[in-house]
């Protein structure tokens, strides 16, 4: 039975999820396009899914898993055995522990300033307003020297977590790309190693195709 991705082409999380799973060579999951205009994620049957109402979620035969990067974690290591590894082996007690470490500065330090700003950026683009300029540049002030942070770490290794690329690097990609294309670029084009970061992982095949109908939704 293929995999079944619930999402929708406007949510960065669902990007997150779907891309990984290129990455992976699972061309034949199911994708299953939610209306949140329509209120299809807060039906009954999708709250049977996700009690929070959210997306993405993922089906695979009786299991249901939502939140991006569980969904990430699960199918990179069920099919890790098709690709190149998105994570260390389990039995990698080291190498796992420094991955989760990475994996954890992304949620922690990078995640929870992005998001925010990406969000309030979004918004204000569909209902043609705009952010208030303070509260712009009070999430960027937290926001820059955490990029300084890892552009400083990334000055010594080529990717997020290491020399090879990884789910940590995914993590990242949907919230870059979103700032980078909300006209928050120099963020990044003024870090050189970041820059160079982007210039490789925003060339990946299984990125172009996950990004497309981002592209499409967005007009970007």
Same mark, same amino acid.
């Given at each position: 039975?293929?995999?079944?991705?619930?999402?929708?082409?406007?949510?960065?999380?669902?990007?997150?999820? /779907? /891309?990984?799973?290129?990455?992976?060579?699972?061309?034949?999951?199911?994708?299953?396009?939610?209306?949140?205009?329509?209120?299809?994620?807060?039906?009954?049957? /999708?709250?049977?899914?996700?009690?929070?109402?959210?997306?993405?979620?993922?089906?695979?035969?009786?299991?249901?898993?939502?939140?991006?990067?569980?969904?990430?974690?699960?199918?990179?290591?069920?099919?890790?055995?098709?690709?190149?590894?998105?994570?260390?082996?389990?039995?990698?007690?080291?190498?796992?522990?420094?991955?989760?470490?990475?994996?954890?500065?992304?949620?922690?330090?990078?995640?929870?300033?992005?998001?925010?700003?990406?969000?309030?950026?979004?918004?204000?683009?569909?209902?043609?307003?705009?952010?208030?300029?303070?509260?712009?540049?009070?999430?960027?002030?937290?926001?820059?020297?955490?990029?300084?942070?890892?552009?400083?770490?990334?000055?010594?290794?080529?990717?997020?977590?290491?020399?090879?690329?990884?789910?940590?690097?995914?993590?990242?990609?949907?919230?870059?790309?979103?700032?980078?294309?909300?006209?928050?670029?120099?963020?990044?084009?003024?870090?050189?190693?970041?820059?160079?970061?982007?210039?490789?992982?925003?060339?990946?095949?299984?990125?172009?195709?996950?990004?497309?109908?981002?592209?499409?939704?967005?007009?970007?």
């Amino acid at each position: 039975m293929a995999l079944r991705l619930y999402g929708t082409a406007t949510s960065w999380n669902t990007l997150r999820a /779907h /891309h990984v799973i290129l990455e992976l060579g699972l061309t034949d999951t199911e994708l299953i396009t939610l209306s949140l205009a329509n209120g299809d994620h807060q039906t009954p049957e /999708h709250l049977a899914r996700n009690p929070f109402g959210k997306v993405p979620v993922l089906v695979d035969g009786n299991l249901t898993l939502f939140e991006s990067r569980a969904i990430a974690r699960y199918v990179a290591q069920k099919y890790r055995n098709l690709a190149e590894p998105l994570m260390p082996d389990s039995a990698d007690f080291a190498n796992i522990g420094l991955f989760e470490v990475a994996a954890s500065v992304e949620l922690a330090h990078f995640d929870r300033l992005a998001e925010p700003l990406v969000l309030k950026h979004v918004l204000a683009r569909f209902q043609k307003t705009s952010v208030p300029e303070d509260e712009t540049l009070t999430t960027l002030k937290d926001l820059k020297p955490k990029l300084d942070i890892l552009n400083g770490i990334l000055s010594r290794q080529t990717f997020m977590a290491g020399e090879g690329f990884t789910l940590v690097d995914a993590f990242y990609m949907p919230l870059v790309y979103f700032l980078f294309n909300l006209g928050f670029q120099d963020l990044f084009l003024e870090r050189s190693h970041l820059k160079r970061w982007w210039e490789i992982v925003s060339e990946r095949d299984a990125w172009k195709r996950a990004v497309g109908p981002f592209r499409q939704a967005y007009g970007f």
